[in-house]
C-alpha cells in the first residue's frame, strides 16, 4: 500500500501561550512534530506493517519544519517530503489542504492518507476533511481504531469515536483518516531510525513543482486575540472541632457565596 | 567552537525524555520507597537500544556518538539515579572498557550481547577492604593449567544480583611488586562454578538500584577471558573509570536540573508574606545557584565528551566533570529541599529523593577526595597521562555505523 501520513511542526505543548501586540505568543518553545499526529504516524507505520507497502511523510512548512519529519523518519516512516515556498505565509485550512491535496496527487497512486485529529496550535481538526474533499475521497475522520483493511477489495473500516458513542464505517479506498489517541500508541524513535533520519534527504518542493501557479490567499484573519482573563484563587481552610462541624461550616460558607 | 546540539543527538535527547517521563517516573517513587529495583528495566532499556547507545553498529550497538551517551545519562538522572547507574556501570564501566581493551574475539562474545541487553554487564572492582586504594585490594587471580583462578570478594557493585558478565580485578603478583603493575582485569561470568552473590539493602539513596556484592571461590576462568595483558588491570580499571566518571558526572547535571525545575515550579505556587515564595530574593538566590551549577556541568560534560568524539585522553577533564557536578547536584538538591520547606522534608514530593541519591556519587566512582588529589596533581604538575596501550577508539561516524563483516 502506498501511504501519506500529513505532520505539522507545532510548539511542545509545555510552552505557555501568551498574547503579545495582538498575537499568540509561544515564546521561545521548543519546535516538535504535533503530538496528535504522532498518533497518525504510528498508525500508518503499522497499516504498512502489516499489508506491506511504504509511508511518505508530508508536511507543509518552512525549512525547519525538516525537523518534524526527521522524527517521523526516525520512527519508521520510508520517505518524507516539506512543501515549502516564500508565497505562503500564514496559511489558513483552506490554503494548507489545497497545498497537500496537490502534493497527495503528485506522489502518484496513493491508497491512505493519515492526518492526526488536529494541531495543537491551531486546533481547528479541519485539515484532514478538507484535503479529502479536494481529492474527492472519503473523508473518515476522529477514527479510533482501523476495525478492516482490505487491500484486495480496497476497502477499510474504522470506528469513529464521537459523543454520542462509536460509529463504524465503511468506505472505498483511496480514502482519508484522521485518528483519534485512542488507536495506538506512538512507538518511540529508534536510535537506528535517528541516525537514517539525521542523514536522509529531504526533497523540498515549491508550489510550481506541485502544479499550484498562484499561491492560494488565507480567507480567515484574526481581527482581536487576547489571553482569557487570568483568574485568581483564594484558599480557605475551613475549620471546626469535628468533621460534623466542618461540614455545616462549610455549607454555610458555600451558601453565603452563592455557590449552593 | 561549536556549541549547538546535532540535530541527531537533539532527537536521542528528546526520545529518552520520553521515555523516562512516561515509563519510569510514575513508578519511581513507589520503586523507592520499597527498595526494589524494576526487574524489567534493563531489559527494556536493552530493547529501545539504550545499552548499547554509543557502541558501534558491528557491535551490535546504536552508532552513535559519546556526546549522545551524556545527554541520555542526564535525562535518566533527570527523573532517578537509579536508571542512569544502570548506564554508567553496564556501559560506561564494562562495554566502553571491552571496546576500549578487549580482542576482537572478546568484543563479539561479550560486547555484543551486552551492547543489544541481552547480557547485563557490572563492573567489580571495590572490595570489603579496598575502595579508593585500589592498588591494595586483596582479590586474587594464582594461574592454573589454561588460565587462572579467582580467589576474592567485591562489594558495592551495582548490578551484582542481576549481571551476566564482569570484569573482575585481582591480584596477580605478590605485594612486594610495584602495586600498580600487580593487578590484572578479567571478564567473569557469573554462572562460573565458585561464583556467589548478593544484594545489599539499607542505602541512603538510589534504593530503586541494584547493588550487592559477588564473591569468588576457587573460580576458574580461562586464559581468553583475560582483558588485556597481565599486569594491565590498574591501568584498565582507571580508564574503565573514565567512562564511567562521564556518566555520573552527565546524570549529575540532569539531578541539578531536577533540582532546579522542581524548585522553580514551588517558588512561583507556594506563598509566603503575601507573595510568591519566587519573589523572595534569598530563594532566587537558591534558584539562581542552581542555574549556575547545571550551567557549569553540562558545559563540563559535554566538553568530555567531545574530547572523547576526538580521540583525545580525556582523564583530567572528566574527573574535574565528575568531581564538579555530584558536589554540586547534593548541594542543589540540599538547597531544593530548603525552598519547598517541611514540604521537601517528605517524600510527598521529589527534592528529599534526590538529596538521598546525590549523595553516593560523592563517594562512589572516585570520591571528591581522590577527584581533589587528582585535580592537584594535574594543576602541579605531578601527575601525567602517558600514552596507553589501547585508547579508546575515537568516534567516526563511517565507522560506527558500518554492519559487520559478516
Known amino acids: 500500500m502506498n501511504i501519506v501520513v500529513c505532520v505539522k511542526q507545532t510548539p511542545d505543548t509545555a510552552a505557555t501561550v501568551t498574547v503579545q501586540d495582538g498575537k499568540v505568543s509561544w515564546g521561545d518553545a521548543p519546535l516538535v512534530i504535533n503530538p496528535w499526529d504522532e498518533f497518525a504516524v504510528e498508525q500508518a507505520l503499522r497499516t504498512k506493517e502489516a499489508h506491506g507497502g511504504k509511508v511518505t511523510a508530508l508536511s507543509l512548512g518552512p525549512e525547519a519544519a525538516k525537523e518534524a519529519l526527521k522524527h517521523a523518519l526516525a520512527m519508521g516512516c520510508d520517505e518524507a517530503v516539506l512543501v515549502s515556498d516564500p508565497a505562503i505565509s500564514a496559511p489558513d485550512s483552506l490554503v494548507v489542504s489545497t497545498v497537500l491535496a496537490a502534493a497527495i496527487a503528485k506522489l502518484g497512486e496513493v491508497d491512505l492518507v493519515f492526518f492526526g485529529r488536529q494541531a495543537v496550535d491551531s486546533d481547528t481538526g479541519l485539515t484532514g476533511a478538507q484535503v479529502a474533499r479536494r481529492l474527492g475521497w472519503p473523508s473518515l475522520s476522529l477514527a479510533a481504531a482501523v476495525t478492516a483493511l482490505d487491500p484486495g477489495a480496497k476497502t477499510i473500516t474504522v470506528a469513529r469515536m464521537l459523543d454520542e458513542g462509536r460509529q463504524e464505517v465503511k468506505a472505498p479506498l483511496p480514502a482519508v483518516v484522521s485518528v483519534t489517541k485512542e488507536i495506538c500508541e506512538p512507538r518511540y524513535p529508534s536510535f537506528m531510525g535517528i541516525r537514517k533520519a539525521s542523514k536522509a534527504p529531504i526533497p523540498v518542493w515549491s508550489l510550481a513543482e506541485i502544479g499550484i501557479s498562484a499561491a492560494p490567499q488565507s480567507v480567515l484573519t484574526w481581527p482581536e486575540v487576547f489571553a482569557p482573563p487570568k483568574i485568581e484563587t483564594q484558599c480557605e481552610i475551613v475549620a471546626g472541632d469535628s468533621a460534623v462541624a466542618k461540614a455545616a461550616a462549610l455549607a454555610a460558607r458555600l451558601i453565603e457565596e452563592k455557590v449552593i | ?406
Open chain 2, 1 to 406: 567552537m561549536e556549541f549547538s546540539l546535532t540535530s541527531e543527538q537533539l532527537m536521542v535527547q528528546r526520545m529518552v525524555r520520553d521515555f523516562a517521563q512516561k515509563e519510569a517516573a510514575p513508578r519511581i517513587k513507589e520503586l523507592d520507597r520499597d527498595q526494589r529495583a524494576d526487574p524489567g528495566l534493563i531489559q527494556r532499556m536493552g530493547a529501545l537500544g539504550l545499552l548499547g547507545i554509543c557502541l558501534p553498529v558491528r557491535y551490535g550497538g546504536q552508532g552513535l556518538d559519546y556526546i549522545s551517551l551524556g545527554l541520555v545519562c542526564e535525562e535518566l538522572e533527570y527523573v532517578d539515579s537509579s536508571l542512569r547507574v544502570v548506564l554508567s556501570v553496564h556501559l560506561g564501566l564494562n562495554s566502553l572498557g571491552l571496546l576500549q581493551w578487549g580482542s576482537e574475539a572478546q568484543k563479539l562474545r561479550y560486547l555484543v550481547p551486552q551492547a543489544t541487553g541481552e547480557k547485563v554487564a557490572g563492573f567489580a572492582l571495590t572490595e570489603p577492604g579496598a575502595g579508593s586504594d585500589v592498588a591494595g585490594l586483596a582479590s586474587t587471580a594464582r594461574p592454573v593449567d589454561g588460565g587462572y583462578q579467582l580467589q576474592g570478594e567485591k562489594t558495592w557493585i551495582s548490578l551484582a544480583g542481576v549481571a551476566d558478565h564482569v570484569l573482575w580485578f585481582a591480584r596477580t603478583a605478590s605485594k612486594a611488586a610495584d602495586p600498580h603493575q600487580a593487578l590484572t582485569a578479567f571478564i567473569l561470568e557469573t554462572d562460573r562454578p565458585g561464583v556467589q552473590r548478593g544484594d545489599l539493602h539499607g542505602k541512603l539513596g538510589i534504593r530503586a538500584g541494584s547493588t550487592g556484592w559477588l564473591a569468588c571461590d576457587q573460580v576458574f576462568v580461562p586464559v581468553e577471558n583475560r582483558l588485556g595483558e597481565e599486569g594491565e588491570g590498574f591501568r584498565i580499571a582507571m580508564a574503565c573509570l573514565d567512562g564511567g566518571r562521564y556518566t555520573v558526572a552527565s546524570g549529575a547535571a540532569g539531578l541539578i536540573r531536577a533540582c532546579l525545575d522542581a524548585s522553580v515550579r514551588y517558588a512561583q505556587e507556594r506563598r509566603v508574606f503575601g507573595k510568591p515564595l519566587a519573589e523572595v530574593q534569598l530563594i532566587e538566590q537558591k534558584i539562581a545557584g542552581m542555574a549556575q551549577a547545571h550551567a557549569i556541568a553540562r558545559l563540563l560534560y559535554l566538553q568530555a565528551g567531545w574530547m572523547k568524539n576526538q580521540g583525545l585522553r580525556n582523564t583530567r577533564e572528566t574527573s574535574m566533570a565528575k568531581w564538579y557536578a555530584t558536589e554540586a547536584a547534593f548541594a542543589c538538591a540540599s538547597q531544593a529541599v530548603q525552598v519547598h520547606g517541611a514540604y521537601g522534608y517528605s517524600d510527598e514530593y521529589d527534592v528529599e529523593r534526590f538529596l538521598r541519591n546525590a549523595r553516593g556519587a560523592m563517594i562512589y566512582e572516585g570520591t571528591s577526595e581522590i577527584h581533589t588529589l587528582i585535580q592537584a596533581g594535574y594543576a602541579l604538575g605531578a601527575r601525567v597521562d602517558t600514552p596507553l596501550r589501547c585508547e579508546l577508539p575515537a568516534y567516526d561516524p563511517a565507522v560506527w555505523s558500518a554492519p559487520g563483516s559478516d
